[in-house]
């Protein structure tokens, strides 16, 4: 495999595309809500508080949309850092035992060396077919870029 295909960002697709255009919607409605209040002036009782508060709806909804939409695993030679909706977190490859895509989750999950699991949310199953290539391309990205497991003879010299 070519390595800028073998390294080129986990993203997902439809949740990215679908994240977009909410963000848009939300910032219209809640922008055309903020300004279209009638104040005052036109006969309303809405205040200048009440525009701020459905702008900031709206700014706030736009946000967390596109940070899910900036969701994604960037792997390296050396380490995958995985940027998921609130936190991100750099995983050496070495530390990854196991790739899970299966069962009810939406996404990957990866099992560390020290128990912990770790959703990547850039791969999920919304993407169907696309979902589950990434998925192995994530796992053979894993195989070749880990230590090999140690083997009897190398816990014999130990």
Sequence with gaps: ?????????????????VALVAAVVALVIFGGIAVLL?????????TVGDRI????TGIGIAFLLWRY???????????LTVRNLLLSRTIAWDQI???QFSGG????????????RVAVMAIQKAD????????SRLVALVQALSPPAPGPDDLARG
């Design 97 to 99: 035992v196991d790739v």
């Design 53 to 56: 508060f459905f702008a900031g």
């Design 1 to 17: 495999m070519d390595d800028a295909v073998a390294f080129a960002p986990f993203r997902p697709r439809r949740g990215r595309a």
């Design 105 to 116: 989750d939406p996404w990957v999950t990866i099992e560390l060396a020290d128990t912990d």
């Design 128 to 135: 169907a077919e696309a979902g589950r290539a990434e998925a």
């Design 69 to 79: 939409a900036s969701i994604k695993a960037v792997p390296t030679r050396t380490t």
């Design 38 to 46: 009638p104040g005052a002036d036109r006969g309303g009782n809405w």
